[in-house]
């Protein structure tokens, strides 16, 4: 029964979908951070990264 469970990939699959939608995601924050609208989604990442980093929720 252990073979079984050893043999099984389908949950590989899943985390495989899962990093590469997060790196996707990470590269879109980044380009619209480069954007012209940067002022107001920059500030939008400082208030978030804030909000994570420290107790203070601006």
Same mark, same amino acid.
């Given at each position: 029964?252990? %073979?079984? %469970?050893?043999?099984? &990939?389908?949950?590989?699959?899943?985390? &495989?979908?899962?990093?590469?939608?997060?790196?996707?995601?990470?590269?879109?924050?980044?380009?619209?951070?480069?954007?012209?609208?940067?002022?107001? %989604?920059?500030?939008?990442? &400082?208030?978030?990264?804030? =909000?994570?980093?420290?107790?203070? =929720?601006?």
């Amino acid at each position: 029964m252990s %073979f079984r %469970f050893l043999q099984k &990939e389908d949950g590989a699959q899943v985390v &495989e979908y899962a990093l590469i939608i997060a790196v996707i995601s990470i590269a879109l924050v980044l380009a619209l951070d480069a954007i012209t609208i940067a002022n107001n %989604f920059g500030s939008f990442i &400082e208030r978030a990264s804030a =909000c994570l980093t420290t107790a203070v =929720c601006v």
